[in-house]
């Protein structure tokens, strides 16, 4: 018998659903909040509101395009953790109710985990060898910066992280900073083709073992930025093109440095990236280079597969319906884990 698993994803500003039967993904459906854009970041209230009204439609969607009814489903996956506490619920709650009303088990997926099972998301039509095992991931998100050792789909483990803000929140101010809109990233990604990535020079943070900081770095760019508006109130728009390629380059140096220590370190031959971030035209760059520079076999997800998405949820929900991994009815989303 087939097993089909309905993925949701509400941990932040879109709501997705997915399926997934036999280990193939069969629809992939993301409404995004466009209702934050005007306030520079995500307003957790309004995340929250949206997530509500869009989840029914999105969900309905997701199971048309599939071509599967919700008697079929065998199981629901949903993003337990971690997140906004208020988003999480709406999607938590949405499949307790759903799994109840079929009489079918509900799994609880750490979102952080679903990023990096991203790369393991195959369409029906890919054919694409699965990664093998282990290999390193950055996972690099709105929220989360880790190097991880994976050893199989459902074992992994962090080396290192972040110890103040997350790669894609670095993006994220520095766009704010200059008056960009959210997210920032693929703006400044866009901005950076045609900018000098060395115009612009910022100090890198000194931290020890795997572990990132990129407060330092956001906060010398701002400083930077103050003064040269002093003198020049143009300043930012008549180097837009080259502030973004010069931050979006230190951005990635830093990720980049662990993540070469860890190769070092572990001696693991295969690498890959995943959350957000990936989608970063910079960051595959460098991670692509530096697979041929020391013939280490790379793992980059698909775009659509990189931002927040259930297809990465559903492909959890799969890999944990085969070990029979499911939650309680009476499970809580959780904020952080
Ligand atoms: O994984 P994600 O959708 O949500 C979280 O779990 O946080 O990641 C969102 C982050 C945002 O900070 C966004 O600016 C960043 O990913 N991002 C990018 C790009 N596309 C998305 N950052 C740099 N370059 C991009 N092309
Ligand atoms: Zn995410």
Redesign the pocket.
């Known amino acids: 018998m087939s097993i089909t698993i309905l993925g949701i994803e509400s ?2 500003d ?1 709501t997705s659903a997915a399926v997934i039967c036999d280990g193939k993904i069969l629809s992939n459906v993301i409404a995004g909040q466009a209702v934050h854009q005007k306030y520079g970041g995500v307003i957790p209230e309004l995340a929250s509101r949206a997530h509500q009204s869009n989840i029914v439609p999105v969900v309905d969607v997701a199971l048309k395009d599939a071509g599967v009814s919700k008697n079929e489903l065998s199981g629901i996956a949903f993003t337990q953790a971690p997140g906004l506490l208020g988003s999480l619920l709406v999607g938590t709650s949405f499949a307790k109710g759903l799994a109840l009303s079929l009489g079918i088990p509900i799994i609880a997926v750490n ?1 952080l985990q679903a ?1 990096i099972l991203a790369l393991f998301a195959r369409e029906k039509d890919d054919n694409t060898p699965l990664p093998e095992t282990p290999f390193l991931c950055l996972l690099v ?4 910066t880790q190097i991880m050792r994976v050893d199989s789909p459902l074992k992994m483990e962090v080396l290192g992280k972040t110890i103040d803000d ?1 790669a ?2 670095a ?2 101010k520095c766009a704010k900073i200059m008056g960009l809109p959210y ?4 703006v ?2 866009k901005l950076a083709q045609d900018g000098n990535p060395d115009a612009f020079k910022f100090a890198k943070p000194k931290i020890p073992d795997l572990n990132y900081s990129y407060s330092g770095f956001k906060t010398s760019f701002l400083y930077f930025l103050r003064d040269r508006m002093h003198e020049n109130p143009d300043f930012i728009k008549e180097n837009l093109n080259d502030l973004a390629a010069s931050a979006q380059k230190i951005i990635v140096e830093i990720l980049m440095d662990k993540f070469v220590k860890a190769i070092e370190q572990t001696g693991i031959k295969r690498i890959g990236i995943a ?3 990936a ?3 910079a960051l595959k760059k460098a991670v692509t280079g530096l697979g041929e520079q020391k013939k280490l076999q790379v793992y980059i997800p698909k775009p659509k597969f ?3 998405n259930a297809a990465m949820v559903a492909q959890t929900g799969y890999y944990k319906f085969l070990e029979n991994d499911f939650s309680p009815m009476d499970i809580e989303p959780k904020a952080r884990v």
Do not use: K
């Open positions: 941990s932040c879109d979102h990023h998100s709105g929220g989360h997350a894609g929140e993006f994220d997210p920032g990233g693929p400044i990604d959350g957000g971030v989608a970063n035209s990189t931002t927040d």
